[in-house]
Each structure stands twice: as C-alpha cells, then as structure tokens.
C-alpha cells in the first residue's frame, strides 16, 4: 500500500496540476481564442483520434500489464514487440480509414463539414497516441506512473496552450494549429520514451526466441480479446464528442466539450489511483489472493467516493461562478446540466471501485469484453434516440445511464463468482454526508461577485461536509493522513 500511496499521490499532483492548466485552456483561453466552430473542430479531430487508438492497440495496454509479471528477464524485449505489433494495428486501422473515407466523411458532410479537411490529423493524433499508451502500460508495469503521468496531464496540455497562444497572437494561422497537434502529440510520447530510457528500461531488443514457451501466443490471445473491450471502453468515452459534431454541430460539440471537460475533474482520483492499482491486481491474481483483492476493492471504493463527493459539491455549489469567468459564457452555459448529470454519472463510476480493473485480471475477463461491447452498443443507440430529442444534455444522459448499468452488472458479476463487494456500511455513510453537503447548498447566500461567491460557497461545501463526516465518523482515514503531512 505504501507503494501505491506514493505513486497515486505524485500522479494525483500531476492530473490536479493538469486540470488547473486543463481548467485555463478548456475555460478561458480555447473559448477567448478560437471561435464555436473551431473549438468544435479542434475537440472532434483530437476525439476521432483517440477513439481509433484501442483499435490499433490491439488490447496490448492490459496485455502488458497481465503478462509482464510473468517475465523475469526479457522485458525490452516484450517492449519492442509490443511497440512493433502496434504499429501493425495502426498500418490495420489506417487502411480500413482510408478504405472507408467516403463513409467517414458522409457522417459530416451535413453538419460539421469543417472537420473533413483534418482527417489526416487524426490518425497522426492517433499513432502517437497508440505507442504513448504503450509506453504508458510498460512504467506502469514498473510502478512509474508519476512522470508518464506529467507528460500526459500535464506536458501535452502545456505544448496545447501555446499552440493556440501562437494563433491567438496571429503567428500562424487555424489550419497550422490543427497541423501542429500533431507535434504536441508526438513530443507527449518523446518525453514519456525519454524518461524510461533514462531509466534505462527503454531498450530495442529483438530476441523474442527467448520468451517462454507459449509466452506469445497466450499474450497476443488475451490482448486481441481485451481489445475489443478497451476499444468498447473508449467508444463509451469519447463517443459522444463525434455523435454530436456529426448529429448536431460544431458549436453544439464545442459546448459539450466545456461542460464534460468541468464534470470530468470529479474522476481524477480513480484515474491517478487506478493507474497503481493495476499492477497490484494482476499480482494478487497471480498468487489467487482473492481477500486481498477484496479488500483492496472496498477500501478505494469509499476512500474515491469520499473525495469524489467532495469535488462533486464544490464544482456544483460554484458552477455559475465557474461559468462566469468562461468568455463567451451566454453561449457555454447553456451546458450548465450537461455538468450535473456527467457528474452523477463519474460518483457511479466511482462508487463502483476497481470492478473493470479485477474483470479484466480476472479469468473472467471475456465476460468483461461481452458486456462492454454491449454497453458501447447501448451508448450509442441511446445518442441516437436522446440526441435529436434532447440535444447535449440527451447525449449526457445517454452516458450516465449506461455508466449505471454497465456497473450495476459487473458489481452483480463479481459478487456472484468472487464473492467481491466494494460496499458497506462506510459506504452509507459516506452518501449522507453528500447529501446532507449538496441540500446545503440551497443555503448559500447568493452574491454578484463570483470571487466572493465561489469563496463563501466553497467555506460552505467544506463546513458542512467534514462536520457531517465528524458526526457520522466517516473520512476518519483520509483526514488522518493529511495530518500526518502536516507535522
């Protein structure tokens, strides 16, 4: 655990430090530099991209993970074969692009024609992407998330500001912003190879014939099974943003994308401590130490909800304040609700812990791939019922209803054949102190100033949360380890 609490909590500085720099470009300097169809235009291109990633991964991100602790020597070399493999997955998906351009293109012709002439930068975005997300996989296999984690929260978004500061100064022009995210992608994953050659983990080796015997093909098995999964998982994320750019409009996407990007801070801890928790998992598998994967499960699921909730309340206490400072707000706030019901929609996966991460380790991960095909399947039948009836906010329910579900049943799976359960009674606990936090809400005065605003509301928020938590005795863990860093 001590392991884990480190590297979560360097990860956790760096995603925070990410959203503040996140929270500058998503909120001010994207809004005030670039108008609704080109910040529409710039989210789309990034999100085609990154939805091809899973498939020309080919499931290698969890493959590495799985089977890299069943290596003892030889571990550049499953680095370079994965790193090759991929790229062979990328040379797949590219031709199936092009192959189906016509297609692709017909889906934006109508209402979002802008985004047809950027194509090409999407598969780039995509191809660094897929050899970052490798690159990613193989550290965290090493227990270094931290630095992979900078470059990809905190560098990549750095190399984004002044990408568009160089336009918002007339340097260079839309077109050069759209052609230079391929730059920023690719120094992204640069700076993640540097750090592990550094370590000098990132090594080219060629000798496969030394793996163990069936070592290959058992890898290569269970990662073309969880890509479907992963790529399912990605389709569930990132679905939405191209949905709505090809069914509604760039602006509406542009909107869309200010208030996931808001809701999206409420998940960072699951997101940095997930990261660590992975590797741990497949360990525990390995050596079938079931309780301790229990337990494991059931302490990150109250400790995330806790913070979580905490977030929660904050951002919802002070999202017109929030609003306020974002330019162009008349145009942006109308996602106002798109914020709370992405948000419900975060708590359930939070809540829920670490079910994906133990299927996935598990010998039940097949399972894992047939329900996430099936609830990508049911997100985007849900888009194109919701969406033309309710706009974005149809698209955020849509996704906050198939984020219950998808849950719902792993947590029905696992309690049936591991006898795995996250809840308990802190977990009661812990849902009154949000709910007692957010009805005292409405007891906040309202005030013109949103500095002043966002200050009396947040002493609020956080007043009434630990003392409702001091009277149910819960977060007992998480207040004693910031008094310890506090001595």
């Known amino acids: 655990m001590r392991k884990i609490a480190f590297q979560s909590i360097q990860t956790t500085i760096f995603s925070y430090f990410g959203v503040v720099l996140g929270y500058i470009n998503v909120l001010w300097l994207y809004p005030y530099a670039l108008d609704t169809t080109q910040l529409g235009t710039f989210r789309t291109i990034q999100d085609l991209g990154l939805l091809l990633v899973p498939f020309a991964q080919l499931g290698l991100g969890h493959g590495i993970t799985r089977y890299f602790p069943k290596l003892e020597r030889n571990h550049a070399a499953l680095l370079t074969f994965s790193l090759l493999f991929s790229f062979l997955g990328f040379g797949i998906v590219s031709l199936l692009f092009f192959g189906f351009r016509q297609q692709v293109i017909s889906l934006f012709a109508s209402n979002s024609p802008e985004v047809i002439d950027f194509l090409g930068v999407a598969l780039l975005v995509a191809l660094f992407s897929v050899w970052s997300s490798v690159l990613d996989a193989f550290a965290r296999s090493f227990v270094k998330v931290g630095i992979p984690t900078f470059f990809r929260e905190v560098f990549l978004r750095l190399l984004t500001s002044i990408l568009v500061a160089l336009y918002l100064l007339k ?3 839309f077109d050069q912003v759209m052609q230079g995210l391929v730059l920023v992608y690719g120094a992204s994953m ?37 890509f479907l999964a992963t790529a399912a998982s990605t389709l569930i994320l990132k679905i939405d943003s191209v949905m709505i750019s090809s069914m509604l409009s760039l602006e509406a996407n542009a909107i869309y ?45 109250n400790r995330q909800l806790y913070i979580c909730l905490l977030l929660f309340a904050l951002i919802w206490a002070n999202i017109d304040s929030i609003y306020h400072f974002v330019p162009n707000r008349e145009i942006y706030q109308t996602g106002k609700w798109v914020v709370f019901i992405i948000s419900l929609g975060k708590l359930v996966d939070v809540a829920f812990s670490l ?23 049911l997100l985007i039948a849900a888009n194109y019922f919701l969406i033309p009836i309710m706009g974005i906010e149809g698209a955020a329910l849509g996704s906050a209803a198939a984020m219950l579900a998808y849950n719902l049943v792993k947590y029905g799976y696992l309690k049936w054949k591991l006898n795995l359960d ?3 009674v802190e977990t009661l606990k812990i849902l009154v102190v949000g709910i007692v936090t957010v009805f005292a809400l409405y007891l906040s005065p309202a005030l013109s100033n949103p500095f002043l605003s966002i200050f009396t509301t947040s002493l609020l928020v ?9 009277l149910l005795g819960v977060g007992k863990e998480e207040w004693a380890w910031l008094k310890n860093r506090g001595k």
């Open 422 to 424: 996250p809840f308990s």
């Open 462 to 470: 956080l007043g009434v949360f630990v003392g409702s938590s001091a």
């Open 171 to 173: 340097w260079i022009d």
């Open 355 to 377: 079910n994906s991460e133990i299927l996935v380790f598990s010998s039940y991960y097949r399972f894992n791939l047939l329900l996430t095909v099936c609830m990508s399947g």
């Open 257 to 301: 994308s200010i208030a996931f990007y808001m809701a999206l801070v409420i998940e960072l801890p699951r997101r940095a401590i997930s990261q660590v928790a992975m590797p741990l998992i497949a360990e525990h598998f390995a050596q079938q130490r079931i309780q301790e994967i229990n337990h494991l499960y059931r302490q990150l699921s």
């Open 190 to 226: 640069l700076g993640v190879g540097a750090y592990m050659g550094w370590l000098g983990v990132f090594k080219l080796d060629f000798s496969w014939g030394q793996f163990p015997e069936g070592f290959k093909s058992s890898l290569l098995k269970y990662s073309l099974i969880t």
